[in-house]
């Protein structure tokens, strides 16, 4: 099983034995299905907001279960989606308003954490991306030019040289990169796992080993009894498609990870990160790293197989040729790294709405919350997400309850097997992009036939 695999269970010093389950029928006056952020985060703020409420979360494993035990652990700005694509949709106050909250939200993160006591390894080196390729490299271009335009502030992504990208990290076939001081990096489980011990010594109660099967206003229904509560919150991110009702909200793409052993400080004094940045290239289909506190390299990257129907399987965690591709990826960008020991393999489901779009909403009337469809960009937004859903709750109105994912809806996904061609041929349409972009250095066509495919 994954979970156990990750090198962040190796690493977090933690006591993995569930709490107990559900004890039968009780009630609540929030009922919050998910331990993971979303769920924690919101049970958290709610806490400031309102000690009296009584706040019941159910989570089918354990705490951390999910992909917030198993991430990248890049707490960043990104959001789904991109702020050319809210501006679009929601115009150019809503997209800067959206970009200040989720560079906020990182802040936010490493403040909790200090100010309770949970030992993440916080450090907030930013991301360095490369390009590696003319496409990638006109690529960073653009979106460097498109952050000018949108907050006029030249901080916030800038083009480096190749001669400034190799100050931070020295990859290979580097003509320049993109620089943003807005990412930090966590160890993902010792947060998830931190913030349940926390909510639960704040009043929370988490019943474990508890799966939900039908989230309805009022009332959750488990395997172990029946919540009944004014606000229900449904925050199951790439599980989602497991509870009745919401089989088409979003579907889970499996995002698959490695880490090296330890490197020696040799290797370090080649590859560069030394306050420890993220890292990526440009490339359509994600690739994302970190240098862990104890000097490993962390790498992960999308472009598993959709499963049909939108299972999710822990076999599913585990896909040899992509785990072997993602470390020929990167012995290809730091070839030292080829010295070196992989140790750990793992995965896990992120949650994508059909337009890409994350959201957070309260139907007061149904009594219903919701949040999540990150993306796979979710360890910061998550936090946002769980204090605006506080505040929704509690009944406030603040400048985060006027941002413009609060209330949006996404249309749920087409019907199988549409919806298993429309997401592999998606899939498809972004390796083959930047397969002929590493061999024309051209911007390559079909990643704009899927842009429309998602709606942008
Ligand atoms: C490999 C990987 C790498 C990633 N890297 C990054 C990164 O570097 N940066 C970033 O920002 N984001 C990253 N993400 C995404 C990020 O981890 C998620 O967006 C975020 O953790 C979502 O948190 P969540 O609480 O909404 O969902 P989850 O953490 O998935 O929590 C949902 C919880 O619901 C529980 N559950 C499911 N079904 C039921 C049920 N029926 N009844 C009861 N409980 C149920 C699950 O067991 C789980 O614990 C990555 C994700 C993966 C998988």
């Known amino acids: 099983m994954a979970f156990e695999d990750s090198l962040w269970h190796h690493t977090a010093d933690e006591d993995f034995t569930p709490r107990p389950p559900l004890p039968g029928d009780i009630e609540a006056d929030v009922a919050i299905v998910g331990a ?3 769920g924690l985060w919101t049970a958290y703020y709610l806490h400031k907001l309102k000690p009296q409420l009584r706040v019941a979360i159910v989570e089918r494993e354990i705490a951390g279960y999910g ?32 970009r200040r909250a989720m560079h906020g939200a990182i802040e936010e993160v490493g403040r909790v954490a200090e100010a309770e006591g949970i030992d993440v390894h916080f450090a907030r080196g930013g991301t360095i991306s490369f390009a590696r390729n003319e496409a990638q490299l006109i690529r960073g271009r653009e979106l460097v030019e498109d952050e000018r335009k949108l907050t006029g502030d030249v901080e916030q992504l800038r083009l480096l040289s190749r001669d400034e990208a190799e100050q931070v990290a020295r990859a290979t076939r580097v003509l320049g990169a993109t620089y943003t001081p ?8 010792r947060l998830v796992r931190g913030l349940a011990r926390r909510v639960e010594s704040l009043g929370v109660s988490i019943f474990e080993q508890t799966t939900a099967g039908a989230v309805k206003p009022g009332s959750v229904l488990t395997d172990q009894g029946r919540v009944r509560a004014g606000t229900v919150v449904r925050a199951a991110e790439g599980y989602t498609a497991s509870l009745r009702g919401h089989r088409r909200r979003f579907v889970p793409l ?3 990870m490695i880490a090296t052993e330890p490197l020696p400080p040799e290797a370090w004094a080649e590859i560069g990160l030394s306050r420890r940045e993220t890292f990526a290239d440009l490339r359509h289909m994600r690739i994302y790293g970190q240098r862990t506190a104890d000097d490993r390299l962390a790498f992960g990257g999308r472009g598993a197989p959709y499963h049909f129907r939108s299972r999710t399987r822990p076999e599913f965690d585990r896909d040899a040729r992509v785990h072997a591709a993602l470390r020929e990826v990167l012995v290809d960008l730091f070839p030292i790294v080829g010295d070196y020991e992989v140790t750990h393999r793992w995965g ?13 909403g309260l139907d007061r009337g149904r009594g219903f919350a919701w949040a999540g469809g990150y993306v796979g960009d979710g360890v910061a937004t998550s936090n946002l997400a769980g204090r605006t859903l506080a505040q929704l709750i509690a009944g406030e109105q603040s400048e985060l309850t006027r941002l413009p994912w609060v209330g949006h809806r996404s249309r749920g996904w087409e019907p199988e097997p549409l919806r298993w061609l429309g ?11 930047d397969r ?8 390559a066509r079909s990643a704009r036939a899927f842009a429309r495919f998602i709606g942008y």
């Open 36 to 38: 993971g952020y979303t």
């Open 67 to 98: 992909a917030s035990g198993r991430n990248g652990g890049w707490c960043s700005a990104l959001f789904p989606p991109a702020s050319t694509g809210i501006a679009r949709r929601h115009g150019t106050d809503a997209a800067v308003a959206m």
């Open 182 to 189: 807005n990412c930090a990096v966590v160890h993902p489980l």
């Open 254 to 256: 499996y995002s698959l």
């Open 348 to 360: 896990g489901a992120i949650g994508v709405p059909r337009d890409w779009h994350a959201s957070v």
């Open 423 to 433: 997401v592999n041929g998606g899939r498809f349409l972004l390796t083959r992009a």
């Open 436 to 443: 002929s972009e590493a061999r024309s250095g051209k911007p």
